[in-house]
Structure formats: C-alpha cells, structure tokens
T-cell receptor, first 119, second 114 residues
Framework: NAGVTQTPKFRVLKTGQSMTLLCAQD?????MYWYRQDPGMGLRLIHY???????AKGEVPDGYNVSRLKKQNFLLGLESAAPSQTSVYFC??????????????????FGPGTRLTVL | AQTVTQSQPEMSVQEAETVTLSCTYD???????LFWYKQPPSRQMILVIR??????QNATENRFSVNFQKAAKSFSLKISDSQLGDTAMYFC???????????FGAGTTVTVRA
C-alpha cells in the first residue's frame, strides 16, 4: 500500500496563476482533509470531506476550492494564487474507529506534503 | 473551536537524556482524544502516541510517555533516553469524541545533541 500520496512535491507559482494539488489514498478511507502548515502556527484545516461527493470548509478555506469526485482522491485548487498562500500543504485521510466506550475517533494518516511558493 | 497551546517553541537535549514537552488545551467537552505527532526533517507526520480522555492511565509507547492531567487540561510528552533520530518538530493535537477534525498546537522543535 502506498498510503497517502501527494502530487506535486514542490511547486513555484506566480501571483494570479492557478493550480491543483492532488491527494490520493489507497486505504479506502471515508474521510479526507487538506491542511496548511505555516511557521509558528501548526497545521490548520483548509477543507475536508466526509465521503465521496461531499466537501466542507475548515478553519482557513478562503482562496481554496476542493473536490472529491472519487473516494480515493481529494483535489485542492487555487484559482488565483497569492503570496499569502505560500505554505506547506498536507493531505490526510482517516477511518473511524468503533467500540470505544465514549465514542469513536478518527486516526489520520498524512501524505508527505507539498511545498508551494507563490512569488 | 478547540485551542491547543504549546508554550515551548524550541528545546534542546543531550543524547540519552530526558526531555519533556508541554501542551495545554481548552475545551468544554468531557470525551475527547489527545495526540502527539512527530515531524522529522523529512516533513512526514508520524503519530507518536494517543491518549483517551476517559482513561486515567497515562499512555506509553516505548521511550515516549505522556502525563495527562484532565482537570488541569494538560498533556505533556516525555521522551526518555533521547536519540538523534528524535530530532523533529512535535505537535500536540486534540480531537473531540465522535468527531474527525484535529486541532493542532503550534509545535515544539526538539534538537537532540550528540
């Protein structure tokens, strides 16, 4: 199993350009997520999906769009890149556990990250 | 939204010594999960340890152990017998029970010196 993969690993854009980041998982997970990591701020959730065909906004969704047309893929789009979107982007997927006495939790598995620079 | 605070941006430890990373969180929930993730220079996020809030016993994974103080909303990570491969950024994270979203702290960079 490849786990969670991200394409590309590095990218440099000019302000105003568009691009799509691809996340793929082969673990048949229902849930998928996009995070961005910035110095001193940890990981922040951009968008997430609880199943094929569904998406929802996270903590910092502005300037991004997502799509989940297939269960195994989760795409993150930047329509008009801005320097503030320079960051490292992580994709993750998760499954929901069962049997815990006080409710389930989702263990998240992360991709290797994409470093995006917007000039 | 839950708030997770890691007050130590950087820590340094001698090889074979012990280091403790602090984490506090703010929540009104009673049932939740806490995690420590490791991010080495390769950038890969690796789950180190998980604690269920309903369990009083502190979680342990080999050289990694936690001190979970529910009333104080504190969740520290102790790395014993530090190794050079432990050099990484460590993130504390929170998840409500029956939820699927993680809230992360800002991270603590740990450097293990030879």
């Amino acid at each position: 199993n490849a786990g969670v993969t991200q394409t590309p690993k590095f990218r440099v854009l000019k302000t105003g350009q568009s691009m799509t980041l691809l996340c793929a998982q082969d673990m048949n997970h229902e849930y998928m997520y996009w995070y961005r990591q910035d110095p001193g701020m940890g990981l922040r959730l951009i968008h997430y999906s609880v199943g094929e065909g569904t998406t929802a906004k996270g903590e910092v969704p502005d300037g991004y769009n997502v799509s989940r047309l297939k269960k195994q893929n989760f795409l993150l789009g930047l329509e008009s890149a801005a320097p503030s979107q320079t960051s490292v982007y992580f994709c993750a997927s998760s499954y929901s556990t069962s049997g815990e006495p006080t409710g389930s939790y989702n263990e998240q598995f992360f991709g290797p990250g994409t470093r995006l620079t917007v000039l | 939204a839950q708030t997770v605070t890691q007050s130590q941006p950087e820590m340094s430890v001698q090889e074979a010594e012990t280091v403790t990373l602090s984490c506090t969180y703010d929540t009104s929930e009673n049932n939740y999960y806490l995690f420590w993730y490791k991010q080495p220079p390769s950038r890969q996020m690796i789950l180190v340890i998980r604690q269920e809030a309903y369990k009083q016993q502190n979680a342990t994974e080999n050289r990694f152990s936690v001190n979970f103080q529910k009333a104080a909303k504190s969740f520290s990570l102790k790395i014993s017998d530090s190794q050079l491969g432990d050099t990484a950024m460590y993130f504390c994270a929170f998840m409500r029970s029956n939820d699927y979203k993680l809230s992360f702290g800002a991270g603590t960079t740990v450097t293990v010196r030879a």
